[in-house]
């Protein structure tokens, strides 16, 4: 992460076809609206393809009947998965009733997944029912614009359940920052909302008539929670306080997970400090980073188009010095700050505005009615009576905030007949994992439906190691774009085929730290007998509070990345 070797601002050759495809999109328009009419098929062709996702939808299917249906000689069951734009995570229960009734009537699941992007999911609308669901949003004052592709996508904010005025000072700048980043095309509108069609030239002033080269994610940081891993994401605003009241950021930019298998021109990346920044400098400062990461990142490698591959190939302080250009200011150096934890409080807090904050553990953010436990129907009635808020973590759980004391025994009450506030072990509550099979076109071995009873393996371990009241930060992903946010945890696996992983060793609790591959390419009785032995020598061997990731690095067993650009495959 130095600035020993910068390299040109801009790479030069063959532009990547996606280059191409936005080129010719007419502003992400494309056909679209012929498309929908188009009833051969329950999918999109040709560049709609992908243009779908600048409207937060992508294609998929479902994977475990792909090869009953091809032998029937019919195509994949086509459905889209559609992700909300919800800053911060904040929903109403007016707005949370009517996702209810979407998704019970209209998906081909009846699930709301919630995700580590602190928004929800619908998976499985089929081609016919997407303008319902985009007018259904439109209704209660939300959308899907842009929580895809080579755009800035949900903006993430702490969640905060107890500095109440703090959170809605740093919430109301991730509002901010995500309507000010947004595409300003009407394609949107036109498509999915009948807006009526004028003849105008659709302009682009910050993301440009071709947007970024790559996605791009954005966090607000409230210390000393994590909750959030700036280190996953492009650019993060760390909250800066003084006497209860958000002066400033300090900017962080460049993080991020993503990598291919045996490609070593990718890695995993912790984001670099620029420095701080008073408060109403806030959105020069991210049009600053956005427009110089549009102008400067790799349009001819989608593979290393990120924002972090911008940062080594024309080093930090160029990067910075640029932000600092087109921003109009120069940064003061970081302010002090320390991250402590990123889970989620689990059960009850009281805020300091007296009012009470229920955060519930929702198993891999999945909402559903499950035998003997009716989430679903059981977070409907909460939001019937609910007079506050409802927030979705970035661990995918759910907080009924802004709970009255005249209202908390009633919420507990439908919390603990609806299977919502079942006991679960701190090492469950630490647990995460992204969708994987069977809808996502990129896995290659299971995490969600493979984490609950990996889980329960673990529990097993810790248990008999007298570690049951620990926890390790422990990841799951199907394949290496970096969902589940693996290489930010402890232990992370990462799918590499059916049933088998890779997987990585020494990440921290506080999410600064990527992990090493310390065991490629092997099966779940292989992890759990590395596991039992890893855990047998921390139990014995660590520090006062010391996790497993810090132990890992002290015993020698795993040597830290330290400069990932050089490192991470070393």
């Known amino acids: 992460m130095s600035d020993k070797h910068p390299g040109p601002l801009v790479v030069d050759g063959k532009l990547a076809d996606a280059e191409r495809m936005k080129l010719e999109s007419n502003y992400l328009r494309g056909t679209i609206e012929e498309d929908l009419h188009d009833g051969l098929t329950g999918g999109f062709n040709g560049d709609n393809f992908?243009?779908?996702?600048?409207?937060?939808?992508?294609?998929?299917?479902?994977?475990?009947?792909?090869?009953?249906?091809?032998?029937?000689?019919?195509?994949?069951?086509?459905?889209?998965?559609?992700?909300?734009?919800?800053?911060?995570?904040?929903?109403?229960?007016?707005?949370?009733?009517?996702?209810?009734?979407?998704?019970?009537?209209?998906?081909?699941?009846?699930?709301?997944?919630?995700?580590?992007?602190?928004?929800?999911?619908?998976?499985?609308?089929?081609?016919?029912?997407?303008?319902?669901?985009?007018?259904?949003?439109?209704?209660?004052?939300?959308?899907?614009?842009?929580?895809?592709?080579?755009?800035?996508?949900?903006?993430?904010?702490?969640?905060?359940?107890?500095e109440s005025e703090l959170h809605a000072q740093a919430y109301a700048w991730a509002k901010k920052i995500s309507e000010h980043l947004l595409p300003r095309t009407r394609a949107y509108a036109e498509v999915w909302l009948?807006?009526?069609?004028?003849?105008?030239?659709?302009?682009?002033?910050?993301?440009?008539?071709?947007?970024?080269?790559?996605?791009?994610?954005?966090?607000?940081?409230?210390?000393?929670?994590?909750?959030?891993?700036?280190?996953?994401?492009?650019?993060n605003f760390v909250a800066v306080a003084q006497n209860g009241r958000l002066v400033g950021f300090n900017l962080l930019v460049g993080g991020g997970l993503s990598f291919e298998h045996g490609n070593k021109k990718t890695y995993s990346r912790t984001a670099s400090e620029f420095g701080y920044l008073p408060l109403e400098h806030t959105l020069a400062v991210a049009e600053a980073v956005v427009t110089t990461q549009r102008d400067w990142g790799n349009r001819t490698d989608r593979k290393n188009?990120?924002?972090?591959?911008?940062?080594?190939?024309?080093?930090?302080?160029?990067?910075?010095?640029?932000?600092?250009?087109?921003?109009?200011?120069?940064?003061?150096?970081?302010?002090?700050?320390?991250?402590?934890g990123r889970g989620d409080r689990i059960g009850w807090v009281k805020g300091i505005d007296d009012r009470w904050h229920l955060t519930l553990f929702i198993e891999n953010g999945r909402i559903l009615d499950y035998p003997g436990r009716p989430l679903k129907t059981g977070l409907l009635k909460i939001a019937q009576i609910h007079g506050g808020e409802f927030r979705l973590t970035a661990n995918?759980?759910?907080?009924?905030?802004?709970?009255?004391?005249?209202?908390?025994?009633?919420?507990?009450?439908?919390?603990?007949?609806?299977?919502l506030m079942n006991a679960v072990t701190p090492q469950r509550e630490n647990a995460m994992a992204c969708v994987s099979f069977p809808t996502c076109p990129l896995a290659m071995a299971e995490a969600e439906r493979f984490l609950p009873s990996f889980i329960d393996k673990i529990d097993g371990l810790m248990a008999a190691h007298r570690m049951r009241d620990e926890h390790i930060v422990l990841r799951v992903t199907g394949c290496p774009n970096g969902c589940g946010r693996a290489l930010l945890a402890e232990v992370g696996l990462v799918g590499k085929a059916p049933g088998r992983y890779n997987l990585y060793l020494g990440g921290n609790r506080s999410g600064t730290r990527i992990p090493r591959m310390y065991r490629e390419n092997i099966t779940e009785p292989e992890i759990i007998k590395i596991m039992d032995e890893l855990i047998s020598r921390w139990a014995q061997d660590r520090q006062d509070g010391e996790g497993l990731g810090d132990y890992t690095v002290r015993a020698g067993i795993i040597r830290p990345v330290v400069d990932p650009a050089s490192d991470f495959w070393a």
């Open 396 to 419: 995918q759980n759910l907080i009924v905030a802004g709970v009255p004391e005249s209202q908390k025994l009633n919420i507990e009450k439908l919390a603990q007949e609806h299977g």
């Open 194 to 235: 009948d807006g009526e069609k004028i003849a105008t030239t659709d302009e682009e002033p910050i993301l440009g008539q071709t947007y970024l080269p790559r996605k791009f994610k954005t966090t607000v940081v409230i210390p000393p929670q994590n909750d959030v891993d700036l280190h996953a994401n492009d650019m």
């Open 305 to 340: 188009a990120k924002t972090k591959y911008t940062l080594e190939r024309v080093g930090v302080d160029a990067f910075k010095a640029e932000v600092e250009r087109r921003a109009g200011l120069r940064f003061a150096p970081v302010r002090p700050y320390e991250f402590t």
């Open 50 to 162: 992908l243009l779908i996702r600048f409207h937060g939808m992508y294609q998929q299917d479902d994977r475990d009947i792909r090869a009953a249906r091809a032998q029937q000689k019919l195509e994949p069951r086509h459905a889209m998965m559609l992700r909300c734009r919800l800053p911060g995570g904040v929903i109403t229960p007016a707005q949370w009733q009517a996702i209810d009734r979407f998704a019970a009537e209209n998906t081909l699941y009846g699930s709301i997944r919630l995700t580590n992007r602190q928004t929800f999911q619908f998976h499985g609308i089929l081609k016919k029912h997407l303008k319902s669901a985009h007018q259904m949003l439109h209704s209660v004052g939300l959308d899907s614009l842009a929580t895809a592709n080579d755009v800035n996508r949900n903006v993430l904010c702490t969640s905060n359940p107890y």
